[in-house]
């Protein structure tokens, strides 16, 4: 059988039929390499695997528990899937479907997305297809983000499988006839006050759902990372933005954590989301400060930002956030100020670490 080293796990390259006529070979075959697998992962490639039977599931059985480590199936065919998952075994490994490659050539395009563009694939089903710099760990991260996300009530469209495709890796979804609000608005800018209040609303009961610990990521984490990385304890302005992010108030519920209006599809008059990568849990304000962005601090500083990245103006953006923000706030509507000047702060403060690490990556240190 053959074996290699492969990001920092020893892989095995499953072949034919494993059934009881060859099960304690290949348990044998697998156990005598087992001093290598000290500090490494393990796992299976099945990509040339056309069948399994008990005997081969228990084989499986007996090296997990001989090993002690958490094993990965991966590249399993819809075939072997169907086995590992009626008999259980989806719960015991980490089981990973082969991937599908599938065309994109001549699929019209819906709209655009934060690292990506989504297309039609086919009248049942649309495809999110990523840049070619977005890796598939980004990529599978995004679709199990969507799935939780869509389990715990968030209004998402239903993510099937990552496929490979021409420009890279997509995900595939259901289809559904929807509009950006971006587009819609700068269409019909008489619905940008109905839509303004609409995402208001929706924000405001999204921003009361509790995800259970484990599901998703706490997005401070994401914010600790960029300080370690600019790591200058001499930067005062990054000592501040870290303060502030330990003092914003954790909280369990969820946060979509890149909300614009091309993340936000309207669909039979009702609002869905998209771009899902960034689904996690914590304090309503970092969804308030990604929108704010957005709408208004980028253009502030980059003047044609929103025609660009919206095709709309800088007043109709202007208008949309604090038509927005007002329905969003409620009985808070005295508070509006100064929650604006807080978000103007934290966005000065978080531009500022973001480029330092952006400039860090540039020149490779």
């Known amino acids: 059988m053959k074996s290699d080293f492969i990001d920092g796990a ?23 390499e087992s001093p ?14 056309d069948y399994i039977s008990s005997a081969g599931l228990r084989t499986f059985l007996k090296i997990k528990k001989a090993t002690g480590k958490e094993i990965t199936i991966k590249n399993v065919s819809d075939e072997v899937f169907d086995i590992l ?36 694939l086919s009248d049942d089903e649309m495809i999110k297809v990523y840049d070619s710099s977005v890796g598939l760990k980004e990529v599978k991260d995004e679709r199990d983000h969507a799935r939780t996300a869509m389990i715990y009530g968030v209004p998402t469209l239903i993510p099937y499988d990552v496929v490979k495709c021409e420009k890279g890796y997509g995900i595939v979804f259901e289809k559904a006839e929807m509009t950006s609000l971006a ?26 759902i509790k995800i259970p610990e484990g599901k998703l990521p706490n997005i401070k984490d994401r914010y600790r990372q960029w300080i370690k990385e600019v790591d200058d304890p001499a930067d005062s302005q990054t000592a501040v933005f870290s303060q502030m992010i330990e003092s914003i108030p954790d909280s369990d519920t969820y946060v979509h954590g890149d909300i614009n209006l091309n993340s936000v599809m309207v669909r039979d008059n009702e609002i869905l989301l998209l771009d899902m990568s960034g689904s996690a849990y914590g304090s309503s304000i970092f969804d308030m400060a990604a929108l704010f962005a957005s709408l208004v601090a980028i253009e502030a500083k980059q003047e044609g930002y929103c025609r660009k990245t919206f095709g709309l103006s800088k007043a109709t953006c202007l208008n949309f956030w604090k038509r927005f923000f007002s329905s969003y706030m409620g009985d808070r509507a005295d508070e509006i100020g100064t929650m604006n000047q807080l978000l103007l702060k934290y966005f000065v403060l978080k531009q500022n670490v973001l480029n330092k690490v952006e400039k860090k990556h540039r020149v490779g240190v």
């Open 10 to 32: 020893i892989t095995f390259f499953l072949e034919g039929r494993i059934d009881s006529n060859n099960a304690a070979d290949i348990e044998t075959e697998i156990m005598d």
């Open 36 to 49: 290598l697998f000290e500090g490494l992962g393990l796992t299976f490639d099945a990509a040339g695997l």
């Open 85 to 120: 998952d009626v008999t259980g075994f989806g719960e015991i490994f980490n089981v990973e479907r082969k991937m599908r490659t599938i065309s994109v050539r001549g699929c019209k395009k819906i709209s655009s997305a934060l690292n990506g563009e989504i297309l039609q």
């Open 183 to 208: 587009y819609l608005i700068s269409h019909n800018p008489d619905t940008l006050g109905l839509y303004a209040g609409k995402l208001g609303m929706m924000l405001k009961e999204l921003h009361t």
